[in-house]
């Protein structure tokens, strides 16, 4: 991405204030959502992500760290629609990977948990994702790593709560 600086606006009244620090912020979420689709592209050819772009081993993933979950609960999750993750969940289902059980807390919505194979296939993706994850960053210290995740994920903050406020 090329380097250089816009022109420093400060308004007065209640109008923003553009500054450097907010020059900062929107490089960085640039550069964020640049990683992201490099990412998917990466997570794509390794099996990671499906070719139509939904994140089964997140999906899977979750299901992994903390049991069964409704579809609804999932979507909850990330920034996508619940129908996307019915999608997701359907196609995994027929996979095997996944199943539907019934929810003692709901009647019409099931639970979505993993099948031996699902577990077997997280297992197998997580270690192929660290296997990748431990090849990259190699001159960053984890502290830095660390602090990026916290930045990151504040903004992330940041960014779904305006969302919500628009909705």
Not at 73 to 92: C, F, G, N, V, Y
Not at 96 to 121: C, W
Request: glycine share 8%; with cysteine.
């Amino acid at each position: 991405m090329a380097q250089h600086r816009t022109e420093v606006r400060r308004m007065t009244g209640t109008g923003p204030i553009v500054d450097s620090k907010a020059e900062a912020v929107a490089e960085l979420m640039l550069e964020v959502a640049q990683c992201f689709f490099r990412i998917r592209a990466v997570g794509q050819k390794t099996g990671l992500i499906t070719s139509w772009g939904g994140g089964s081993f997140g999906f899977i993933r979750s299901l992994a760290l903390l049991g069964p979950l409704t579809v609804p609960q999932i979507a909850q999750m990330r920034p996508t629609s619940r129908q996307r993750m019915q999608r997701l969940a359907d196609e995994l289902a027929a996979e095997g990977l996944v199943e539907f059980i019934d929810n003692p807390k709901h009647r019409r919505s099931k639970l979505v948990r993993l099948t031996p194979k699902g577990d077997a296939r997280y297992r197998e993706l997580n270690a192929r994702f660290l296997l990748i994850a431990s090849t990259m960053g190699v001159a960053l210290s984890e502290a830095d790593i660390r602090k990026t995740i916290e930045i990151v994920r504040r903004l992330s903050d940041d960014v779904k709560a305006r969302s919500e406020r628009l909705s």
